[in-house]
């Protein structure tokens, strides 16, 4: 049984950092993309980032050179470290999977994701 276990979310200022786990069983995670997408209330899902069995990282344009993706697949866990967090990145995070990283955010992960709050 595949399950994505995403913790690691909560309330931080503006300009903090939080960093996310997702923690997955149930399928050999080298051989798939992992990524990340959030959903905010009344909004659709937005890719956040994603990473390749090779290494290579995808990076929403909104969160270039704030967020890093890494994997560590001897752990079976993806993270996402989250620098200068900014109002507007208040959502839930979703750790999903896919053959590709732009698939990661074409069906929904199933999981309950993490809440992250940035208060201004």
């Known amino acids: 049984q595949v399950q994505l276990v995403e913790s690691g979310g909560g309330l931080v200022q503006a300009g903090g950092s939080l960093r996310l786990s997702c923690a997955a069983s149930g399928f050999t995670l080298s051989n798939y993309a992992m990524g990340w997408y959030r959903q905010a209330p009344g909004k659709e899902r937005e890719l956040v980032a994603g990473?390749?069995?090779?290494?290579?990282?995808y990076y929403a344009d909104s969160v270039k050179g704030r967020f890093t993706i890494s994997r560590d697949n001897a752990k079976n866990t993806v993270y996402l470290q989250m620098n200068s967090l900014k109002p507007e990145d208040t959502a839930v995070y979703h750790c999903n999977r896919g053959p590709s990283i732009a698939t990661i955010v074409a069906i929904p992960s199933g999981g309950q994701g993490t809440q992250v709050t940035v208060s201004s």
């Open positions: 990473i390749n069995p090779g290494g290579r990282t």
